[in-house]
């Protein structure tokens, strides 16, 4: 799914200020049916954390955090049964998950004696059981199973999809004949910087030359695939040379724009794969 | 001077006589008596007898070549001539280089000063000021700026003897009194015969020029380029600026198209690039006003005359006693070029007829006589002209005045065009590659420390991010490399802190400048000659015309005249920038470090030896192969050479030499102690003595070429220039001797060192002033060697790589032919040679006792691609011996530690003790099992080397010959191996044993629980399930409709729910796509589900909504998950959590509660093994310290004794709990 930049720019104009919640990504699907829902699920996902990160710092301003959790104990005080949290957030435009996760740091720091260390809100947060206050665990796990674009379930599941990504790349990579190296053995070797595959014998695809490919279970847009370039494509070129990224769930198509540089996009496996021919002579 | 002259030519003095009076100092028993008494009353002028002929020359020529190569400012050349000319004595010795050869005060007065090297026999122009002003600090300047102008004087002159021509009539000795009325030359002469311009020709921007400044001697030659009116090809960086002719800018115009049309040409048809280049702007200036005039041999006039000083300047040139080959050769062609002569000031060309032999009248008249002179000059040196390249043969041959002067030497460049295969052709450029990482160099235990690894880590990507954005910018107008990168490239060596980093920092750079800057152009990387056999495989006459459109397109238009000050072309210029912005001290030492071991290393390398039998074609065959080789060493060496001098001599560097004596002498006196920054001299001797100077000194030379202007005059380095002088001289090319250096190896010295020569930091007096102390450095050469120097090593193609300024002189023959000058003719090859990759193996550094004697007797006289063989096969092996001992003995090694390991930690509990106590048990129970190693390791050798030997020489070497040659094989991949094993074995045992014990310790930690054995899927699967990513996703969209908000509409069918499970059953078979995480997600997920049901808080779909599920339902789903989590997770599921108060909890809010799936729950828990019964207590127990309104207290205290009540019920308890579900609510009745 290779969209334009305008087209690209058409659905994350419709994702200004949407909730995170199943119904915000049903309506999505509703208004852009040609779109795969696998990549219209991966631009909301990006496009929201996008606003949580320009947003991120007003909410944690220990004056914001002391509103927060007085209107928490409010409502839950009113009706423990009510979605309190989950309104909460919305209503401020925060993520469910990250909200949860403000108060119940602060309500540990009210009632423990030592502040809580990351740890112990993390394990917190993936199994509310383990929250003291049997309210405030049902709130946040609301919060959790409500949130799609943060918590320790999205996390799971992203995890997951790249890890399932990169299983049917190695295995099209088998069915190809094509020797590599995985990202364990290039470890293991002691690589500094590790792409998903090093092609032990390079191809070309469509012409260019590839040394390595690397799986991306998202949508590359703008952001995210700068971020790739300068944390992960160009190490690998300045080690490897060229290669290929696999953006599964698609990209910007004026994102390809290093081809001739040596950072091939696709958003599928290639089809036009040319070996290293072994001459008979 | 001019006295000796006029005696050849009233032929008082044979030629030769007099050429060998130059040459040597000492008379010869060939001279005859009467010569001898003639020049010997000369002697002291006898030094500066060939400046004096080369600038009378140039002299001569002023008013021929106008139009010529434009003489940028530097050598006014006024027609003050040179002799008489009042020159003041001369202030700093070395200044501009146009005054390279200082007008020697012609006669008397100044005669008898005999020069000194640093004395001032010249004085600076005002052009050398100006010229040097354009230049920062760092001295160099991209491109042609800078000193390349030092050729300006535009007309050169010389003349001299030949040895071979036997002219001799003599009459009396010349007078030494007459010396002072031999007048000035340039001054009066007569105008040409018979020419009598039609037109008078302005004068050009040059010899206004040249009316400014006062010293006239310049000797070099201008660059073509810079026409007046025309276009030259400074570029921007021309300090000139505002001096060129307006016509001159235009050439960044040109410039920019250039690059515009490289960029492009890839995908530009043929036709329209050629329309373009060659077609291009018109010129107008210059075809308009100087058409060329027709050359008639029937006019020249004093053909005597010219003939005898064509002879004695032949002779010079071949003697070696001019200081530069190619820029002769290039004045010579600029006469043959010549288009019309211009009138003098006074107009008064008129010849004179009542002295044509003599000095008085000027020398060229007409450029009838121009075009003579070069012919015979030509005729005399047809031997190194047989040798240029293809292309320029082609010129020559077809040069329509040479055809009518000399038909005979016509015919001769043509047959040699015609047998040439010397074709100096462009390879395309790639784009550049990063250095790979290569672990062995590069992982973690090459650095001190994680940090030291990780710093690497970033800088190695922040280099190749500077790099990239420079390829990207470096030619946008207006980028600067040190606003754009310096601050980056700073904070990037401001982390390297440690040593050991900057060693690593230092390799990769060094790396990447070879990888991208071997050949001239900087952007190499294509095999020497590959690109051609390609073409010539396809067989289309029209794709090599193609190509050589293309090569006009993309190769530079100059290379900034004949003798360009040293630059950085293309990518250099990066890695030069990066120094100066980097500006770091240490990265600076460890790179000089760095490259001074390399050039060591290249330097010593083992190049081809002498070929028994030269002539068979498989030995050719086996020379491509040398040739390449030993064109990539030498290019690599002189790009290493050129870095080293370029960072060794940067804190000296200055745009202008010593203002005064004083300060020279107080800067001499410190620098003398500064020991060199490698030992160049020592190189410098023993690549004599080997007769490896064919590979030592072109490297060397670009060394020198970065000295500052101090270093010539340092002993040391004095000591170096003696030498290369000596060289130099030595390398008389007609002189073809066994033993003797190859032509094309000698012609490659001369045009480095004639290049040297002129560098401007290279004091201009040294070429002449040095001989005194000549014959004193014989260099004893190890005769019976034939060395490097002996074998055809050099081509063409390395020749006009290694110096790309050779390539004027076809420009200038081709601008001759396309009618103007400098421009579309002017091609300068870039030949982009070389690979980085594999310099050859080293050799063996064995040599030990009478084997090792044997074995070079035995190679001695076998072709050398068996020594290589032999040496690679043995280098190979030798590694992968290593290699394979690391994979097989030491993993096995490895393995017992494990075990070990494990044992102890069995018997010492689960922390085993300390770590590095537990190591050094381990070691030294291992270790001394590395003996074993050397044994193997000879195993291996003996039995992989022959057949690889066997396999790569071919297949007639005779029987006795191969196995000579495995068996020394073996014996050196066996002593590699061995050397290497013995000196590191123990330590890399200790090392793997080391990193197994750290990792099984990790393995102790309390995540291995999680781990434990695991199945995969069957073999018939096929992987179709669903992706366990999707499925936490439904799960999850279930979890968050059970827990809400929801609509009223949204809810769950029952259908869906079994089909998840389905599902979820199908992903847990098929584990190719499960990772542990999601694992343990889907289990936690799926307790959360039961719990969920338990409670009766999934909302079902459908008509008869509020009601949950049917209890039969819910039933049938908690038995379909207690399966799964018997039998089909393989993390542990969190079933406790059935019981966490959150979890029971939700039956708090069912009204009416029903806890019998609760009951149903636990009890099949413990029937399936899932959980305890007391696991199930401590929950329940624990589940009463909770806080629970009172009425659902009492029901979980009632739960909790029904499910006491009930002990290790067997099979038919079970039909009792389905017998209570059936009216629901009474089980608790019944308790």
């Known amino acids: ?217 998202s949508f590359g847009d703008e952001c995210s695939h700068q971020a790739y370039l300068h944390d992960q494509f160009w190490s690998y070129w300045n080690r490897f040379g060229p290669g290929l990224v696999i953006y599964w769930y698609g990209f910007i198509q004026e994102l390809d724009c290093n081809r001739e540089r040596g950072i091939l996009l696709k958003a599928c496996f290639p089809t036009d794969i040319v070996t290293l021919c072994h001459s008979v002579a | 001077m001019a006295a000796v002259l006029e005696s050849l030519l009233r032929e008082e003095v044979s030629v030769a006589a007099a050429v060998r009076w130059i040459a040597r100092s000492a008379q010869s028993s060939e001279d005859d008596p009467g010569e001898a008494a003639a020049l010997s009353s000369l002697r002291p002028l006898r030094k500066e007898f060939v400046p004096f002929l080369l600038n009378f020359l140039r002299e001569q020529s002023s008013r021929v070549l106008p139009q010529g190569p434009p003489t940028p400012a530097k050598a006014p050349g006024s027609s003050a001539a040179l002799p008489g000319r009042p020159g003041g004595p001369p202030r700093g010795g070395r200044g501009a280089r146009s005054q390279l050869f200082p007008p020697t005060e012609s006669s008397s007065a100044a ?39 030092l050729w300006p004087g535009g007309r050169r002159s010389r003349g001299s003897g030949s040895p071979g021509s036997p002219s001799l009539v003599r ?204 012919v015979q000059v030509l005729e005399h040196q047809f031997q190194v002209l047989s040798y240029l390249d293809k292309g320029t043969l082609k010129l020559l041959a077809e040069n329509e005045r040479l055809l009518c002067f000399s038909p005979a030497l016509q015919g001769r460049l043509r047959a040699a065009y015609e047998g040439s295969v010397a074709k100096v052709s462009l390879a395309m450029p790639p784009s550049a590659q990063a250095v790979s990482f290569q672990p062995e160099t590069d992982n973690r235990a090459n650095f001190s420390s994680d940090r030291a690894f990780h710093t690497f880590k970033k800088q190695r990507d922040v280099f190749f991010e500077v790099l990239r954005e420079w390829e990207d910018r470096h030619e946008e107008p207006g980028w600067d490399f040190e606003k754009g990168l310096g601050s980056r490239i700073r904070a990037m060596m401001g982390q390297l802190s440690a040593a050991c980093s900057h060693s690593h920092f230092v390799r990769l750079f060094q790396k990447q400048l070879l990888q991208m800057c071997q050949s001239p152009g900087g952007t190499g990387g294509t095999v020497l000659g590959e690109a051609p056999d390609v073409l010539s495989m396809l067989g289309a006459d029209k794709l090599g015309r193609l190509r050589r459109l293309q090569e006009r397109l993309v190769a530079p238009q100059s290379s900034g005249g004949p003798c360009p000050p040293p630059t950085f072309p293309g990518c250099q210029g990066f890695f030069r920038d990066f120094i100066l912005s980097a500006s770091s001290f240490q990265f600076n030492q460890h790179l000089m470090d760095s490259l001074s071991l390399k050039i ?212 200038l023959l081709a601008s001759w032919v396309s009618g103007s000058s400098g421009r579309s003719g002017g091609f300068v090859r870039k030949i982009t040679p070389t690979t980085t990759t594999g310099l050859g193996a080293q050799p063996p550094r064995t040599s030990q006792g009478l084997q090792a004697q044997l074995a070079q007797a035995f190679f001695h006289n076998q072709p050398p691609s068996l020594r290589r063989t032999v040496e690679f096969v043995a280098e190979r092996i030798g590694s992968n011996c290593v290699k394979h001992i690391k994979a097989t003995l030491v993993a096995d090694l490895v393995r017992q530690a494990e075990s070990l390991l494990q044992e102890q930690l069995v018997t010492q509990g689960q922390d085993g003790g300390d770590p590095a106590q537990l190591l050094e048990i381990l070691c030294s129970q291992l270790c001394p099992h590395g003996a074993q190693a050397l044994t193997q390791g000879r195993e291996f050798c003996q039995k992989k080397s022959p057949g690889a030997v066997r396999a790569l020489l071919p297949e007639e070497t005779p029987a006795a010959v191969l196995s000579s040659a495995e068996n020394i094989a073996v014996g050196l991949a066996t002593e590699k191996a061995c050397t290497w094993l013995s000196a590191n074995i123990t330590a890399l045992i200790r090392r793997e044993v080391k990193a197994a014990v750290s990792r099984t310790l990790r393995a102790q930690g309390p995540e291995a629980a999680a781990r434990g054995e695991r199945r995969g899927c069957s073999r018939a699967c096929e992987h179709h399930a669903p992706l366990p990513s999707h499925l936490i996703s439904e799960i999850k969209d279930v979890l968050s409709l059970a827990v809400g908000p929801r609509d009223p509409e949204e809810g769950v069918s029952p259908d869906h729910l079994e ?173």
């Open chain 2, 171 to 374: 009459s009396d000795p010349p007078n030494l009194s007459n010396l002072e009325e031999f007048p000035p030359v340039g001054s009066v002469p007569p105008g040409p015969a018979g020419t009598k311009p039609s037109r008078r020709i302005n004068p050009t921007p040059v010899s206004e020029e040249r009316s400014l400044s006062k010293p006239k001697t310049c000797f070099t030659s201008p660059p073509i380029n810079c026409v007046p009116s025309s276009q030259p090809s400074v570029p921007d960086t021309s300090p000139w600026g505002h001096g060129l002719p307006p016509g001159c800018r235009s050439l960044q115009e040109e410039r920019e198209m250039l690059r515009k049309e490289r960029s492009k040409q890839l995908q530009q048809s043929p036709s329209t690039t050629c329309a373009t280049s060659e077609l291009g702007p018109p010129l107008p200036s210059w075809t308009g006003n100087l058409t060329a005039e027709s050359a008639d041999p029937a006019r020249v006039s004093s053909r005597q005359r010219l003939e005898l000083i064509a002879l004695v300047y032949s002779s010079c040139i071949a003697e070696n006693l001019v200081p530069n080959l190619f820029l002769e050769l290039f004045f010579v062609l600029q006469l043959l070029t010549a288009r019309r002569m211009v009138a003098t000031k006074d107009g008064d060309l008129e010849p004179s007829p009542g002295a044509p032999d003599s000095l008085e009248s000027p020398l060229f008249q007409s450029v009838h006589d121009c075009v003579f002179f070069a």
């Open chain 2, 1059 to 1231: 089909q998840l499970l389905g599902q979820l059953g199908q992903t847990l078979q098929c584990r190719q796509f499960l990772c542990p995480p999601a694992e343990q997600h889907l289990a936690k997920c799926s307790v959360d589900l039961a719990s969920l049901l338990v409670a009766d808080h999934i909302p079902v779909l459908g008509p008869p909504s509020p009601r949950g599920l049917e209890r039969g339902q819910a039933r049938r789903l908690l038995h379909v998950l207690l399966s799964l989590w018997k039998d089909d997770f393989q993390v542990p599921v969190p079933l406790q959590l059935l019981l966490s108060p959150r979890n029971v909890g939700l039956l708090a809010d069912t009204r009416p509660r029903e806890w019998d799936l609760l009951l149903f729950l636990l009890r099949e828990l413990v029937e399936k093994g899932l959980m305890g019964r007391t696991e199930i207590e401590d929950c329940l127990g624990s589940l009463r310290d909770a806080q629970w309104p009172k009425d659902f207290s009492e029901e979980l205290a009632t739960l909790f004794h029904l499910f006491l009540a009930e002990p290790h019920r067997p099979e038919p308890q079970l039909r009792a709990c389905e017998l209570v579900q059936t009216n629901r609510g009474t089980v608790l009745a019944q308790s």
């Open chain 2, 111 to 149: 005669a008898a000063e005999a020069p000194s090297a640093r004395r001032g026999g010249r004085r600076r122009g005002p052009g050398p000021g100006r010229e040097r002003g354009g230049r920062g600090p760092g001295g160099l300047e991209e491109g042609v700026g800078g000193e390349s102008q």
């Open chain 2, 600 to 811: 060591r290393e290249l330097n010593s390398l083992a190049l081809p030896q002498p070929e028994p039998s030269d002539e068979d074609g498989e030995s050719d065959v086996d020379w491509q192969g040398e040739r390449r080789q030993f064109a990539m060493v030498l290019l690599s060496l002189r790009l290493l050479a050129k870095f080293l001098g370029f960072v060794a001599f940067l804190p000296y560097r200055g745009p202008e030499p010593p203002p005064t004596r004083e300060l020279q002498d107080s800067i001499l006196a410190l620098r003398s102690q500064v020991p060199p920054a490698l030992d160049v001299r020592a190189l410098l001797q023993q690549g004599l003595r080997a007769r490896r100077a064919v590979l030592t000194v072109p490297w060397l030379v670009e060394f020198l070429s970065l000295a500052d202007h101090i270093v010539p005059l340092l002993d040391y380095y004095r000591s170096i220039f003696t030498v290369l002088l000596h060289l130099h001289r030595s390398l008389v090319l007609s002189k073809e001797s066994e033993g003797e250096m190859c032509f094309l190896n000698k012609l490659l010295l001369l045009a480095v060192l004639g290049w040297l020569f002129q560098i401007p930091t290279v004091p201009e007096d040294l070429f002449f002033l040095e001989e005194g102390q000549l014959d004193a450095l014989e260099v004893d050469t190890v005769a019976s060697e034939l060395g490097l120097d002996g074998m055809p090593v050099v081509d063409q193609h390395l020749l006009y790589t290694c110096c790309p300024y050779i390539g004027e002189l076809r420009k």
């Open chain 1, 1 to 217: 799914m290779i969209l334009t930049k305008a087209q690209y720019d058409e659905i994350a104009q419709c994702l200004v200020s949407v909730p995170p919640t199943r119904q915000s990504l049903r309506k999505l699907k509703q208004r852009f049916p040609s779109q795969s829902q696998a990549t219209l699920l991966s631009i909301f996902s990006q496009e929201y954390q996008k606003h949580i990160k320009r947003t991120h710092a007003k909410h944690h301003t220990s004056e914001a955090i002391e509103s927060y959790y007085q209107r928490y104990l409010n409502g839950v005080g009113r009706n423990g049964a009510a979605p309190v949290l989950l309104e909460l957030a919305n209503e401020v435009d925060y993520a469910p998950s990250l909200m949860a996760r403000i108060i119940l740091e602060r309500f540990l720091q009210e009632h423990e004696e030592t502040p809580p260390s990351k740890s112990v809100i993390n394990s917190m947060l993936r199994d509310p059981s383990q929250i003291p206050d049997g309210v405030l665990a049902n709130q946040v796990y609301q919060c959790i199973v409500n949130d799609c674009c943060y918590g320790p379930l999205v996390d799971c599941i992203k995890h997951a999809i790249g890890h399932e990504h990169e299983v049917l790349l190695r295995d099209m990579l088998l069915e190809k004949n094509l020797s590599f190296l995985d990202e364990d053995q290039l470890r293991a070797k002691g690589y500094d910087k590790t792409p998903d595959f090093i092609l032990q014998v390079p191809v070309a695809v469509e012409g260019h030359i590839i040394h390595w490919i690397e799986s991306k279970a």
